[in-house]
C-alpha cells in the first residue's frame, strides 16, 4: 500500500522511484516505505507486522480505520478534516499498554512513566503518548503533521506549558476590517494548572455571574469583560475573581484578526496574564492563537473565540481558553 508514495513508476526490470519525504525505496522493488524508525525495524518492515493480517506494528503509519495489531489502534491526532494542509497524510499506530491522550475540555496527559503527550496540532483530538526518541521519530515523518511538534514535552515536562512563544509586535495599526461582537463576554473559559488535578489542571466553564470550585478555590466571572475592535485589531480585557476577591486574575489582549472562510478568522493576539493569586510571579506575556467563529442563534449573533491548543501554564499556571461574545 506504502507504494502510493512513489512518484515514478518502474522501467523494465528497473526502478526509478522519486519517494517522499520521510520515505525511501525499498530495495529491489519499485515501493516506498518509511525511513526507519520507531514504529520500523531495519529492513523497512513495520515492527511487529503480520503479514498474513496486515496489522501494522506501534508507531508505524496507518490509516483511520485500519489495524494496527493487537491492543494498539490508528492515531490521526488533528485530522486532515480539521486541517486540510495536512493533505492525505496518514496517522501513527499507539504502542499497546500505553493510555490514550490529548486535549479538549479537560487536558488528558500521559501516565506511562518516560512518556509524555504528543498532542495532536489541533484539540478535541487524540494525541499519542511517546517518548523523546519515539517523538523525534515521529515528527521527522510526514505523519507529524497530525500532531503539535512544535511543543518540547519531554518526559517530566508540563505538556500544558510546552508552548509559551513570546508575544506579536502589536499596536501599529493597520488591522483593517476587523469582526464584530457583543463588547461584553457572556462566558470565559478559563484553565488552571493545579499539579493535584487528574489532569494536571482544571478547566472551568464560567458563564457570567456565575462561580466553579477547582481545588481549594473558588473563580467567578462576576466583574465582566470589555472588548473592541479598532485600527490595533482586538483589544480588551476580562477579569476573574478568587475566593470572593475581585479581579485576581486579568487577562489582557491585543492584535490583528485576520479573515478566514465561512465566518472564521486567525487572531494571535498578544496575551497578558497578571494573577495576584501567584505570590513573586511576575506578569506572563505570550502569543495564544485563537480561531473566532461566528454563529446566529434564534435571530442573534455570536462570536466565539476559542483556543485552538493544548491548555498551558506560562509561569502562573493560567490560561484563557475561550470568550463567547
Known amino acids: ?3 502510493v508514495f512513489a512518484l515514478a513508476g518502474c522501467k523494465s526490470n528497473r526502478c526509478s522511484v522519486d519517494c517522499a519525504a520521510g520515505y525511501e525505496q525499498v530495495p529491489n522493488t519499485c515501493s516506498c516505505h ?13 515492527s511487529g507486522t ?19 495489531g493487537a491492543g494498539s489502534s490508528c492515531v490521526e491526532g488533528c485530522p486532515s478534516s480539521a486541517k486540510p494542509s495536512i493533505g492525505g497524510v496518514g496517522g501513527i499506530c499507539s504502542v499497546p499498554g500505553r493510555e ?30 511517546v517518548n523523546p526518541t519515539e517523538r523525534a521519530a515521529i515528527c521527522a515523518r510526514p505523519e507529524g503533521a497530525h500532531f ?36 461584553m463576554a457572556s462566558s470565559l473559559k478559563i484553565w488552571i494548572a493545579d499539579a493535584a488535578a487528574p489532569q494536571g489542571g482544571w478547566t472551568l466553564n464560567l458563564p457570567f ?23 490595533n485589531g482586538v483589544v ?28 472564521t478568522w486567525d487572531w494571535t493576539p498578544a496575551l497578558t496574564i497578571s494573577s ?17 467563529s461566528e454563529s446566529t442563534v434564534d435571530g442573534g449573533s455570536t462570536t466565539t473565540f476559542t483556543a485552538d491548543q493544548p491548555p498551558r501554564g506560562c509561569g502562573d499556571g493560567i490560561d484563557l481558553l475561550q470568550m463567547v461574545m
Open 1 to 3: 500500500m506504502l507504494a
Open 34 to 46: 518509511p525511513i526507519a524508525d520507531a514504529g520500523t525495524d531495519r529492513s523497512g518492515h513495520d
Open 50 to 68: 503480520s503479514d498474513a493480517m496486515g496489522d501494522r506494528g506501534p508507531l508505524a503509519s496507518c490509516v483511520a480505520d485500519s489495524s494496527c
Open 100 to 129: 490514550m491522550c490529548g486535549c479538549g475540555a479537560v487536558l488528558q496527559p500521559c501516565q506511562t512513566p518516560g512518556t509524555a503527550c504528543l498532542m495532536p496540532a489541533c484539540c478535541d483530538y487524540e494525541g499519542i503518548c
Open 148 to 183: 503539535d511538534c512544535t511543543a518540547d514535552a519531554g518526559p517530566g515536562t508540563d505538556a500544558s506549558s510546552a508552548l509559551c512563544p513570546a508575544p506579536p509586535s502589536v499596536g501599529a495599526g493597520g488591522c483593517g476590517t476587523q469582526p464584530l461582537f457583543n463588547p
Open 209 to 231: 455571574g456565575a462561580s466553579a470550585a477547582a481545588g481549594s478555590h473558588t473563580y467567578a466571572y462576576k466583574t465582566g469583560s470589555l472588548s473592541t475592535t479598532g485600527d
Open 236 to 263: 480588551g480585557d476580562a477579569f476573574i475573581d478568587v475566593d470572593g476577591k475581585v479581579n485576581q486574575i486579568h487577562f489582557q489582549y491585543e492584535g490583528c484578526a485576520i479573515a478566514g472562510t465561512q465566518g
Open 276 to 292: 495576584m493569586t501567584c505570590l513573586g510571579c511576575a506578569d506572563v506575556h505570550v502569543g495564544r492563537h485563537f480561531v473566532i
